[in-house]
């Protein structure tokens, strides 16, 4: 090798060992902090390696195992149809948009720009929720919202318009349909594009508690997030002039509970980012168009 | 041909893919259609006449609480309905609005018109504010008729407090409370080092040094400014209007019309100057504002020794202490022995109302009745099951948590919804503030003390000053905070900077406007 590339490959080295492990810190601190005991952290405050390891606050947080497990079946179950759909949605809306040949398309495009900039507001939106749709304590406010997003829809339209127009124009010379088109070409052509929207789908539908607040009421319909914002909540509340009415009962969540409902919540939509990494690696439409 | 068929196929696919879509959202909206409905066709029929109240109809009420459910409140609800429909032909279906960000949730659920027949409300969840809105059903008409018991029972006075330009809105909670701001503080560290008993500021002061000093231990360890604030304002008899009405206040309960914002008097130049000394000293950390931690949190492990409640949330603290804690001895202190009176609080500090949508108001106002003034309503829905949440005790009108059965059951949680709305104090089963011993001498004292509450019923609604009372507000945190917990080393400076941001923000604008509501408030209730 050369001299200069073993100087540049130690610095590069040296500096992205250094990031990462300043991304790392905090995230082995939430870790450790679920495990330290609690009396530890009011005394000294988070340490990266505690004197005094603890299971108490994952104790606590899985004293009603079957909630915290239905909570994750309805979270799990919604990212997926919600991802899944999204997706379905979301790049069908942004191929037609994209199409030279659909004439109304800057029209179409302009009407749903401009929800992005002026929307009716939380209780008109609340009230057509409610009243009009019916979905008061059910799924669908969950799934529904976020599934067709103004914004996701334009970001795939404009990726959808980087893959040159011959590639449909060819496909119909040998006789393929618009849904073909759409399906066997442009969808396998648009993984990148795919794996991004789906991963703000996912992470959209998988961190999400405020729908939950607004529409459910049943205990067993609250996804993950709600379930943990809410002890959190809670703690919130004894600072507020409404603390004079709360039993003595009433404890807040200690430090320890808060870093291990993190890490339950973020444990594993962690892992979901190496798997739909390799599809942002790939090239576009390297190689697609000859001659 | 053949992309004729596939054509065919793509566009029969869309079609098929809205069409589930739209399903989905009909079925759901027929449903709740439905719903809706049924009941409607019942209620027009029926006849209303006084005394005679027809139950002919099956009736779903939906009710909503504030805070969060019980584990086995499901139970309890279904138990409580069983007995409801034989008696009144009705069934409640109880929501909560859980603590989640629930200032907007409640907003959200009296604004937008859904179909809700009764739902808890409060001075603290902008009661008067919501019934001058239109929010709530004027109930004046209903309630001899529909709650006749509860209408006799409920004092001239607490209704009184309940009304909104002459009309009643809610049914107020029947249960006088005090809660008047005070510290916690370390009694087994104040008889270890001689200290004095604690009394007034000067005491106060001792203590913090000689726990400082001797015990080496910051005294009020964590957030700090609940404390010095509170303690401010009742050392002065500085009283806020209305709620939290921020740095404009009143200059003492006898004169509720001389009304300032405090950080032009001199009175709050004479303590922060005081303060300044105090935080020099270090009785607090130079972090304090900054702070996450409750200063409470560092008494548990030894590291503290002073902490902000008011009288039953230091109850509350100190039981949980003897609990947890059994070597920490602790005393409190309440401010209100600055002044020597108490104001109580509201009656419709808790309360129930009826929303404009309520679709059966008056079944509403029957369950209310019961449930208020029946044991067997109350308990169940206050405490839970008999055996499985508590014990009657020996003297058949306490009861004791947990019971015998459950007594080493880790899963067990004490029954405890958000029943403050309906709360009886004839009713109720359990002592106040925890069991705290102490608190029937406060309770006494306090009752020995205690002058109407003039300043709380004030109804503010900052609309027509909103820009003012922001900027006034941004300034209190910037400049204010710091200087009230002595973290500015040049106080005359800082306190000049203060007030000309404050003028700057437009504070006398504010304080006129507090002025005209307060002495309106005052020419109807007649406090000169």
Redesign the interface.
């Known amino acids: 090798m050369e001299r200069a590339s073993v100087v540049f490959n130690t610095i590069g080295y040296i500096l992205i060992t250094f990031l990462a492990v300043l991304c790392l810190l905090p995230f082995l601190l939430i870790l450790t902090g679920s495990f330290t005991a609690e009396?530890e952290i009011?005394?000294d405050g988070f340490k990266i390696i505690p004197n005094e390891w603890s299971l108490e606050a994952y104790k606590a947080i899985f004293?009603?195992p079957e909630q915290i497990v239905k909570a994750y079946q309805v979270t799990i179950g919604l990212t997926l149809t919600g991802v899944v759909l999204g997706l379905?949605l979301t790049s069908?809306a942004g191929y037609v948009l994209s199409r030279k040949d659909f004439k109304y398309r800057n029209a179409i495009s302009f009407f749903i720009y401009f929800t992005m900039l002026f929307s009716g507001g939380?209780?008109p939106w609340?009230?057509l929720m409610?009243?009009?749709?019916?979905?008061?304590d059910?799924f669908?406010a969950l799934l529904?919202p976020p599934l067709l997003s103004a914004f996701n829809v334009i970001l795939m339209k404009n990726f959808m318009k980087s893959i040159p127009d011959s590639i449909t124009e060819s496909a119909k010379i040998d006789?393929?349909?618009?849904?073909?088109i759409y399906w066997k070409l442009i969808l396998p052509l648009s993984t990148p594009g795919l794996a991004t929207i789906g991963l703000f789908l996912a992470l959209g539908y998988w961190n999400d508690?405020?729908l939950a607040?607004?529409y459910i009421?049943t205990?067993d319909k609250y996804p993950l997030q709600?379930l943990l914002?809410?002890t959190l909540?809670?703690a919130?509340?004894l600072n507020?002039?409404?603390?004079?009415?709360l039993?003595?009962?009433?404890?807040?969540p200690s430090e320890t509970l808060k870093m291990a409902a993190a890490i339950i919540v973020t444990g594993p939509i962690v892992f979901l980012y190496p798997f739909v990494q390799r599809y942002f690696v790939k090239g576009l439409t390297l190689g697609a168009v000859k001659g | 041909m053949n992309r004729k068929i596939k054509n065919l196929f793509s566009v029969v696919i869309s079609a098929l893919m809205v069409i589930v879509l739209l399903a989905a959202c009909g079925g759901n909206a027929g449903n709740g259609g439905k719903a809706d409905n049924q009941p409607k066709t019942g209620n027009t029929g029926s006849p209303q006449n006084e005394g005679n109240v027809d139950l002919s109809e099956k009736v779903e009420l939906v009710w909503y609480l504030l805070g969060e459910p019980h584990k086995d409140t499901e139970a309890v609800v279904a138990e409580f309905n069983k007995m409801l429909a034989e008696e009144l032909n009705t069934t409640v279906k109880l929501n909560f609005t859980s603590w989640a960000d629930w200032e907007t949730k409640y907003n959200l659920l009296l604004s937008a018109g859904e179909r809700i027949d009764m739902i808890f409300a409060s001075t603290w969840a902008n009661y008067y504010k919501y019934a001058a809105q239109g929010a709530f059903l004027p109930l004046d008409d209903l309630l001899p008729v529909y709650a006749p018991e509860t209408w006799k029972n409920v004092s001239e006075q607490d209704w009184k407090e309940a009304k909104v330009n002459g009309k009643i809105y809610a049914v107020p909670s029947t249960y006088p409370e005090y809660t008047p701001d005070g510290i916690v503080y370390r009694e087994d560290w104040r008889k270890e080092l001689g200290l004095p008993e604690i009394k007034d500021l000067d005491s106060i002061e001792a203590y913090l040094d000689g726990v400082k000093r001797e015990k080496g231990v910051t005294p009020i360890n964590g957030k700090a400014y609940n404390e010095i604030y509170t303690m401010f304002r009742a050392y002065y008899d500085f009283q806020h209007i209305g709620g939290d009405s921020g740095v404009v206040v009143a200059t003492s309960y006898d004169t509720p019309r001389d009304i300032v914002a405090y950080p032009f008097t001199d009175e709050f130049e004479e303590w922060v100057k005081k303060m300044r000394t105090w935080a020099e000293k270090g009785y607090w950390n130079s972090d304090t504002l900054s702070s996450q931690s409750e200063a409470g949190d560092a008494i548990k492990v030894g590291t503290g020794a002073v902490y902000w409640r008011n009288a039953p949330g230091a109850g509350g603290f100190i039981m949980g202490q003897k609990t947890d804690n059994p070597d920490i001895e602790l005393a409190y202190f309440p401010f209100s022995r600055f002044h020597n009176y108490v104001m109580p609080t509201l009656s419709v500090q808790n309360a129930m109302a009826i929303p404009k949508s309520a679709k059966y108001p008056e079944r509403s106002l029957m369950v209310l009745d019961k449930l208020r003034n029946d044991p067997k309503y109350y308990d169940l829905m206050t405490y839970g099951f008999e055996g499985v949440h508590y014990d009657i005790s020996e003297d058949g009108r306490t009861i004791v948590t947990p019971p015998a059965s459950r007594a080493d059951d880790p899963d067990y949680a004490n029954y405890d919804i958000a029943s403050w709305g309906w709360r009886v104090e004839s009713m109720q089963r359990v002592k106040p503030a925890g069991g705290w011993p102490e608190f029937d001498n406060l309770l006494a004292e306090f009752r020995e003390t205690s002058r109407p509450n003039i300043f709380a019923g004030v109804m503010m609604d900052y609309e027509p000053v909103r820009a003012e009372q922001a900027a006034v507000n941004a300034v209190m945190q910037q400049y204010g905070l710091p200087l009230m917990m002595g973290l500015i080393s040049d106080v005359e400076k800082g306190l000049e900077t203060y007030r000309k941001q404050l003028e700057a923000a437009g504070v006398h604008k504010l304080v006129d406007y507090v002025k005209e509501k307060a002495n309106a408030h005052f020419d109807a209730i007649g406090v000169k």
């Open positions: 009396s009011i005394r004293r009603s379905f069908m939380l209780i609340y009230i409610v009243k009009y749709l019916g979905l008061k059910s669908l529904l006789g393929a349909g618009d849904f073909a508690w405020f607040n607004l009421n205990q709600f914002y809410r909540a809670s919130a509340v507020t002039s409404a603390a004079a009415n039993s003595p009962d009433f404890r807040p």
